[in-house]
């Protein structure tokens, strides 16, 4: 069977490669992505080994790269990026890759210093200007004010008395510092002046409008230029650190005015200068990252390349000769040429004369689990090993997944109008596969949805086809085939009398049913909930029970591949026979039932009156309570119905010891058997991988002993007897309590539909139906946005709420009712090396 119901046959090799020729061998194989190699040096540290330091130079020249990379999207150039793959160089082209990086790393770490520190002069020059612009402000109002008043001021009055005397006739020489500082640092930086110098400074300051540019950052930054006046030395020192620490510039200015002209005009020269210098510098650094953008792409696939070659040889072990790699690798049994035919390629391509050699080995290792996709099934496959890898050669749940889980959540999620809402979105990603797939995005919620777009789109069409079965679009019915009921009263009569009923059993009903899904007329009736939960209760455990035996037949091909029959006579027919003798039988009594009675059936014994309650018979028939019989109606459905139940429960009874001790016994048995016979060397007919699987104690004889629990194939040989009784005894009980537990799970479907239906009447009855009620051109208006409301609540819950909570409903039924029965996922994903896989694992990384 193909590896789309099982995974790939696998097999473990043995590569013997020649020194010269193994990189490009590797690098073929890489391309290829069928192999999986093994670590052979595991207790090799990682700086030891022998391709450590090429891995270091791949190292290096990332990290070049990724700094060009950071200034490419800094000046925000567009990266070329054509699809395409480069072949992996060849060692000797490391060299020129090497020297192409350090010069462009140079020339740009060159660049940027110079355009730093023209920036900064600039910045300086900026401020300069701005200093002794406004400075000359503040000298002209300072010329016009009062100078006893400013005196006052800085020194008190107190000071000019004290002063008078000796000093009188000298004039106050006030001494002054001018600079810029961040503006949100201002109100700090003016309270520690006013404490530090108590109030003896003079503080004038104003913003700058314009935002300056940080050089180092390239923020944008908002500053004010300040000037403070004072008196004496002591506090001119003081007045300086505290702008040290607020990590205020401080710029000369001169005090004549003169003199703060002739400045301002040689700075504004050197800043058109500076302009003129800054532009050609930006110029050349444009010119230098648009040339490397056209070829960083392919650069980061070729350096990636390389260092996943190297990585891969590190695992590899040298022959004594020193001249020979040998490598183990799992491969796929089916492409074993396929991997020949490449190995032979890499060696042509180097230009070695001796041959790879590909050897298959035997092991008793589990081989890793391989199921080829496409991008179709990818996303199902996905969905199953979230749960757990499948063990090697077990059944693969995921084709059955494809119709099992979007039917299973069509049955919660009906309704004709959300499910076409959702399959119109699957169906867009779908068809703009190729340009949303290019469109790369860090944006998980967006990943998860376009990875699971084919998910989507059957969920959609599935919800379209429940939908038209329970004649739901958005809580509305359709008539598409017309009505088989008909109302045989007058107007009057039926909008007097809302107790009317119409009865199946006259003429009202045409006898002939809709002929897809539910009558439209359900819509309307009082008793349309009482209906459906009937209906949907009943449908709901149908679909329940066949899952679960499915599951259980499922589990049949894993104990016949592994050939397990131990397993087939004592699990999976007891498992069978209780499964279908309890809750088969259940659902056989709901088609009895729908076809045995009729509201228009003649013999009172079969019309509807009389027809037995499907629940109150199965608990009767468990506990064997003898049900009241009434006078015209019986409480079975056939004769002999009674003594079959009996039979039935009593068999399945049976099952459970036979689960619990049948396997543990014959087990016993056997190593009894086999204590007294002759060793027999063990060998399997398979003769390859498969041994890890199905291995028998080669010191039991060859006994016939086989376990595997679901598909895994794991032995019993070496546990202890009390060990094998509370296995089985564990998987017994939870089968048995699980196969009750499990069928009353699957009411979930009948509870989310019920649900799902009544938010949708709820949603239409108490939003857009108000806006249908008005009329006039207000009305017009009023349903517009009473519309847009309403589609955004669908949407929004229905759609996307409603469609969670159905979709994480449904993965519970599979992974937990379905895949029990027969899915062990003890395995281990193949994981080859593949560029494919490591380009996209880098870019992505990258891009974070």
């Known amino acids: 069977m193909g590896s789309l119901f099982r995974s790939e ?55 070049k790269l990724r700094y060009l990379e950071k200034e490419i999207k800094k000046d925000g150039i567009p990266m070329l990026d054509t699809g395409e793959s480069p072949e992996a160089p060849q060692p000797r082209e490391m060299i020129d890759l090497e020297a192409t990086f350090e010069k462009l790393e140079n020339e740009l770490r060159e660049v940027n210093q110079n355009a730093e520190a023209l920036k900064r002069n600039f910045l300086e020059l900026t401020e300069l200007k701005h200093i002794l612009r406004k400075t000359q402000v503040f000298f002209d109002e300072m010329a016009d004010s009062h100078r006893e008043e400013e005196q006052v001021n800085l020194l008190g009055e107190e000071g000019i008395r004290a002063g008078g005397a000796g000093a009188q006739g000298q004039n106050l020489k006030l001494g002054f510092v001018a ?98 210098v800054l532009g050609q510098t930006q110029d050349h650094r444009h010119r230098v990252l648009v040339a490397a953008a056209k070829n960083l792409k392919n650069w980061f696939v070729k350096v990636r390349k390389i260092k ?69 099934t990818s996303a199902f496959q996905a969905l199953i090993n979230a749960y757990g890898v499948a063990s090697y050669r077990e059944m693969n749940p995921a084709p059955y997944t494809i119709i099992t889980f979007p039917f299973l959540f069509a049955v919660m999620f009906g309704d004709l109008g959300h499910g076409a809402i959702m399959a119109l979105f699957g169906l867009w990603m779908v068809l703009k596969e190729k340009p949303l797939a290019a469109k790369k995005t860090d944006n998980e919620i967006w990943n998860i949805f376009f990875g699971g777009r084919y998910i989507i789109f059957l969920m959609g069409v599935f919800s379209m086809y429940t939908g038209f079965v ?16 008909s109302i045989n009263y007058n107007t009057s009569t039926v909008m007097e009398n809302k107790a009317l009923q119409l009865d199946p059993g006259s003429k009202d009903y045409s006898g002939t049913p809709y002929p897809i899904g539910l009558d439209p007329v359900w819509q309307v009736a009082e008793n349309k909930i009482i209906f459906l939960n009937a209906y949907k209760m009943k449908i709901s455990i149908i679909f329940g029970v066949i899952h679960m035996l499915f599951g259980v037949f499922v589990g049949l091909f894993n104990h016949r591949y592994f050939k397990n029959k131990l397993a087939i006579y004592c699990e999976f ?85 036979w689960m619990l001790l049948a396997k543990p016994i014959m087990i016993m048995r056997s190593r009894k058997e086999a ?162 896989v490591i380009l996209e694992t880098g870019s992505s990384s990258t891009e974070e």
């Open 308 to 376: 996943a070659i190297y990585h891969t040889l590190n695992l590899f072990n040298l022959d004594v000769t020193q001249k020979c790699l040998i490598a183990e690798c799992w491969v796929p049994l089916l492409d074993i040429e396929t991997i020949q035919i490449a190995l032979r390629r890499g060696t042509e391509r180097s230009g070695s004369s001796v041959p790879p050699i590909l050897n298959r080995m035997e092991t008793f290792e589990d081989p890793p689990t391989y199921n080829r996709t496409n991008k179709f």
């Open 9 to 63: 046959e696998m097999t473990l090799c043995q590569l013997f490669l020649q020194s010269e020729a193994a990189y490009a061998c590797v690098s073929e194989l890489g391309e290829l992505g069928l192999v999986q190699f093994r670590d052979l040096n595991p207790d090799v540290n990682a700086f030891q080994r022998k391709f450590v330091n090429e891995v270091r130079r791949c190292d290096e020249m990332e990290r």
């Open 179 to 276: 600079g810029v500082i961040l503006r949100e640092r201002l109100p700090a930086f003016e309270r520690m002046l006013w404490r530090a110098c108590r109030g003896n400074v003079f503080l004038r300051q104003a913003m700058i409008e314009s935002p300056l540019e940080d050089p180092s950052t390239g923020d944008k930054v908002y500053k004010s230029v300040f000037i403070i006046f004072f008196q004496g030395d002591q506090l001119k020192t003081r007045v300086k650190k505290i702008c040290e620490g607020f990590r205020a510039t401080l710029y000369p200015c001169p005090e004549a005015p003169t003199d703060r002209r002739e400045m301002a005009m040689g700075v504004m020269t050197r800043i058109e200068d500076l302009n003129t």
């Open 573 to 657: 027919i007891p498992q069978v026979i209780f499964l279908v003798f309890l809750f088969f039988y259940m659902t056989l009594m709901m088609f009895m039932k729908w076809t045995k009675y009729s509201a228009d059936s003649e013999d009172v014994r079969f019309s509807a009156g009389c027809a037995p309650s499907i629940l109150i018979t199965f608990i009767n028939m468990v506990l064997f309570k003898a049900p009241e019989k009434g006078v015209e109606c019986s409480p079975f459905m056939f004769a002999g119905q009674e003594g079959l139940q009996k039979f039935l429960v009593i068999i399945a009874l049976l099952c459970v010891p």
């Open 675 to 836: 204590a007294h016979q002759p060793m027999v060397p063990y060998s399997n007919e398979n003769g390859d991988a498969e041994t890890g699987l199905n291995q028998q104690n080669a010191t039991q004889g060859g006994a016939a002993v086989q376990q595997g629990a679901g598909g895994g194939g794991h032995g019993h040989d070496n546990e202890e007897m009390s060990e094998i009784f509370i296995h089985q005894g564990i998987h017994t009980i939870e089968y048995v309590l699980g196969s009750v537990s499990h069928t009353a799970s699957y009411l979930r479907l009948w509870a989310l539909s019920l649900a799902h239906a009544q938010l949708a009447e709820v949603l239409w009855n108490m939003v857009l139906k108000n806006g249908l009620q008005q009329g006039g051109w207000i009305g017009g208006i009023a349903l517009w946005a009473i519309f847009g409301f309403w589609a955004v609540l669908t949407v929004g819950i229905l759609v996307l709420m409603e469609g969670l909570s159905a979709f994480l409903h449904t993965l519970r039924l599979h992974w937990v009712e379905f895949q029990s029965k027969f899915y062990a996922g003890l395995g281990y994903a193949f994981q080859p090396f593949s560029f494919e």
């Open 470 to 485: 329970y004649n739901d679009i958005f809580s509305k019915s359709l008539n598409v085939f017309g009505s088989a009921w």
